[in-house]
């Protein structure tokens, strides 16, 4: 009906910045989208969507490279521009995967290709707000934050949200024939999950932690943390609305 297109633009706006907040440590973004990538390519060829499939190798292939030189320590960055790209990317990607006119996986699948960005940006507006701030000003809130100030290495935190990533990842192959009520049970179980990282985050046990080093370690800059809604905004609609009057 009328409401998919306003509702599918702004899921697109929202995992656009979800996947630019998410790019605060080296590699994170880069790593985390060509995880998702990688689960579309593969549900798109198993649902005979070829052109889907070799669109998301395309762009794996360019993310390998990337990454070659964007593991910490970084010596090249993709900024706002590539963090967006690519959030805009995995949104239609994941759109177009879950279409009920071209395959029949369920909508909800999208949900855990998102993964940990979209769980994190969400969480940390819902936590900015409870606390009676803004939930669209930035801070060091977000899940990559948390685990650098509970002692953990830029390697250490990098490593365990891919891993949590990949689990989502692969949650959407492993549920992707079972019924809706399954995939948003499992999904409840990830929301939980999260949650206990923002209530719990300080006390990890002392095993995750970092042996203590006499170096110190220089301050990572969270420069995904800015909410550029309205330019993210006009770039998708610009996007959007040649796309969806072509599809029409």
């Known amino acids: 009906g009328w409401i998919s297109v306003p509702l599918t633009l702004m899921v697109i706006v929202g995992v656009t910045n979800a996947v630019n907040l998410s790019d605060g440590l080296d590699g994170l973004a880069g790593g985390l989208s060509l995880l998702s990538f990688a689960g579309i390519a593969y549900l798109a060829f198993q649902a005979n969507e070829s052109l889907l499939a070799?669109?998301?190798?395309?762009?794996?292939?360019?993310?390998?490279?990337?990454?070659?030189?964007?593991?910490?320590?970084?010596?090249?960055?993709m900024g706002d521009a590539g963090s967006q790209f690519l959030g805009h990317y995995l949104a239609?990607?994941?759109?177009?995967?879950?279409?009920?006119?071209?395959?029949?996986?369920?909508?909800?699948?999208?949900?855990?290709?998102?993964?940990?960005?979209?769980?994190?940006?969400?969480?940390?507006?819902?936590?900015?707000?409870l606390q009676g701030r803004s939930p669209f000003i930035g801070d060091r809130s977000h899940v990559h934050h948390r685990l650098l100030a509970s002692g953990l290495s830029h390697g250490q935190a990098v490593t365990l949200i891919y891993a949590v990533?990949?689990?989502?990842?692969?949650?959407?192959?492993?549920?992707?024939?079972?019924?809706?009520?399954?995939l948003?049970?499992?999904?409840?179980?990830?929301?939980?999950?999260?949650?206990?990282?923002?209530?719990?985050?300080?006390k990890l046990p002392s095993v995750l932690q970092p042996q203590v080093s006499s170096v110190p370690r220089p301050a990572v800059q969270g420069g995904g943390d800015r909410w550029m809604i309205g330019e993210v905004s006009l770039t998708v609609l610009y996007l959007a609305i040649p796309l969806y009057l072509v599809g029409a």
Do not use: K
């Open 54 to 77: 070799l669109l998301m190798v395309s762009i794996l292939g360019g993310l390998l490279g990337f990454l070659r030189f964007n593991t910490y320590p970084a010596r090249i960055f």
């Open 92 to 129: 239609v990607a994941a759109i177009l995967l879950t279409d009920a006119t071209r395959t029949a996986y369920s909508p909800l699948l999208a949900l855990f290709l998102w993964g940990v960005p979209l769980l994190d940006t969400a969480g940390v507006m819902i936590h900015r707000y």
């Open 165 to 182: 990533h990949a689990l989502m990842v692969g949650c959407a192959y492993v549920l992707r024939w079972q019924p809706e009520w399954l």
């Open 184 to 202: 948003v049970a499992v999904y409840l179980v990830f929301v939980l999950g999260l949650l206990s990282v923002f209530m719990r985050i300080p």
